[in-house]
């Protein structure tokens, strides 16, 4: 599968407005989510890092599951069990 024709144009329309506006792309900050089998073969597309899909996650939270998910609720899960932990060690208060 190739790198879709939509998306080099979307890209090349974000690093013209962008410019526009005195802004540039930081390349070293944006990611291609993607498929192993997508070849690219456009050069700034090919400067991205690239992100298997399930291993994607937007603002820490996973989008698809996978490895990403899994390590996610993981987390989740250490931290509510220490939460309970904790809390076996908090006095009840007595109520008058």
Same mark, same amino acid.
């Given at each position: ?21 005195? @802004? ?11 498929? @192993?089998? @997508? ?5 700034? @597309? ?51």
């Amino acid at each position: 599968m190739i790198a879709d024709v939509k998306l080099l144009s979307d890209v090349a329309e974000i690093v013209r407005a962008g410019s526009d506006l005195g @802004l540039s792309l930081n390349v070293d900050k944006c990611e291609l989510i993607a498929h @192993l089998d @997508l070849q690219v073969n456009d050069t700034l @597309l090919q400067s991205f890092t690239r992100v298997e899909i399930s291993n994607t996650a937007l603002l820490g939270a996973p989008m698809f599951p996978g490895p990403a998910l899994d390590s996610a609720w993981d987390k989740r899960c250490e931290d509510l069990a220490r939460a309970v932990d904790r809390l076996c060690t908090i006095n009840s208060q007595d109520g008058d």
